[in-house]
């Protein structure tokens, strides 16, 4: 079986909180966190695809470049 590794908030430098993910860390942004989340806590991620709005910032960046070269 697979080791899961978990992911610990180690600590909190001002609006970012210090994860630790096996041997390695990385930051997110305090605020995407629960309020009551706390140094040491283990908490879990989910990542997921948002693909209307991935049409949505196409279309906005097709329409600027389109504005910007149409010049």
């Known amino acids: 079986m697979p ?3 978990l992911l ?14 096996g041997r390695q860390t990385f930051t997110l942004p305090r605020s ?4 009551a989340a ?3 806590d283990v ?3 989910a990542v997921v695809l948002d693909p ?3 049409a949505r910032r196409k279309k906005e ?3 600027l470049a389109d ?4 010049k």
Do not use: H, N
């Open 67 to 70: 504005e910007v070269f149409a």
């Open 43 to 45: 908490i879990k991620l």
């Open 32 to 35: 995407l966190l629960p309020r």
């Open 52 to 54: 209307e709005a991935t």
């Open 8 to 21: 610990v908030i180690d600590r909190f430098e001002e609006d970012m909180a210090v994860i630790e993910y």
């Open 61 to 63: 960046v097709r329409s």
């Open 38 to 40: 706390r140094e040491g």
């Open 3 to 5: 080791r899961q590794e």
